[in-house]
């Protein structure tokens, strides 16, 4: 294996470094349009709020018997899905983008629907939780492809929120015992 054509042209870097220094963390190394990522991951932080206000509201609408354990679960996702979106807060603020959390446009932007319950069906509820984390678990793995390797940083945190989905995923699988 022989890497010796690898070479930094620090000179060059240097004087990039100083050009545009407003943007930041981003560089003439971000691979992707900045303005694109921002909107994406815009789209993933209202899909987070509408996630963690489904769980909530689902939360609170369980009851009668076995309801403990489901509510339990629905707690936990809510309070995972809210820290999910802080984390798409401030990478888009990292990125020099204005998180947008304006409930107007939330449900439109969202990719999971909200949906609550009239009547107390624990089993409903966990299948239209189980179906909103398979949505999301298809398309934040298309955004990790997306990225590739033109933003290592947005990747990986794309990435540690799909496993804790695919967790979420789990749970509600073991739950509803499929
Ligand atoms: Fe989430
Ligand atoms: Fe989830
Ligand atoms: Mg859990």
């Given at each position: 294996?022989?890497d010796?054509?690898?070479s930094?042209?620090v000179?060059?870097?240097?004087?990039?470094?100083?050009?545009?220094?407003?943007e930041?963390?981003?560089?003439?190394?971000?691979?992707r349009?900045?303005?694109?990522?921002?909107?994406?991951?815009?789209?993933v932080?209202a899909?987070?709020?509408v996630?963690?206000?489904?769980?909530?509201?689902?939360?609170i609408?369980?009851s009668?018997?076995d309801?403990?354990?489901?509510?339990?679960e629905?707690?936990e996702?809510a309070?995972?899905?809210?820290h999910?979106?802080?984390?798409?807060?401030?990478?888009?603020?990292?990125?020099?983008?204005?998180?947008?959390f304006?409930p107007?446009?939330?449900?439109?932007?969202?990719?999971?629907?909200y949906?609550?319950?009239?009547d107390n069906d624990l089993?409903a509820?966990?299948?239209e939780?189980l179906?909103a984390e398979?949505?999301v678990?298809?398309?934040?793995q298309?955004?990790?492809r997306w990225l590739?390797d033109a933003?290592?940083?947005?990747?990986?945190?794309m990435e540690s929120?799909?496993?804790?989905e695919?967790d979420?995923?789990?749970?509600?699988t073991d739950?509803?015992?499929i």
């Open positions: 294996m022989s010796g054509s690898f930094i042209d000179a060059a870097i240097r004087e990039r470094a100083r050009a545009r220094m407003d930041g963390p981003v560089t003439s190394t971000y691979g349009d900045v303005d694109k990522v921002i909107a994406v991951l815009n789209d932080l899909t987070e709020i996630c963690w206000m489904r769980y909530s509201q689902n939360a609408a369980c009668g018997i309801s403990a354990q489901v509510a339990d629905f707690h996702h309070k995972e899905e809210r999910h979106a802080m984390r798409a807060a401030e990478r888009i603020s990292q990125l020099g983008g204005d998180p947008d304006d107007e446009t939330l449900a439109r932007r969202s990719h999971t629907p949906t609550t319950f009239a089993t509820m966990l299948k939780n179906y398979r949505i678990i298809q398309s934040y298309d955004i990790i590739g933003d290592p940083t947005t990747r990986r945190l929120i799909l496993a804790e695919e979420h995923a789990d749970d509600l739950l509803l015992g």
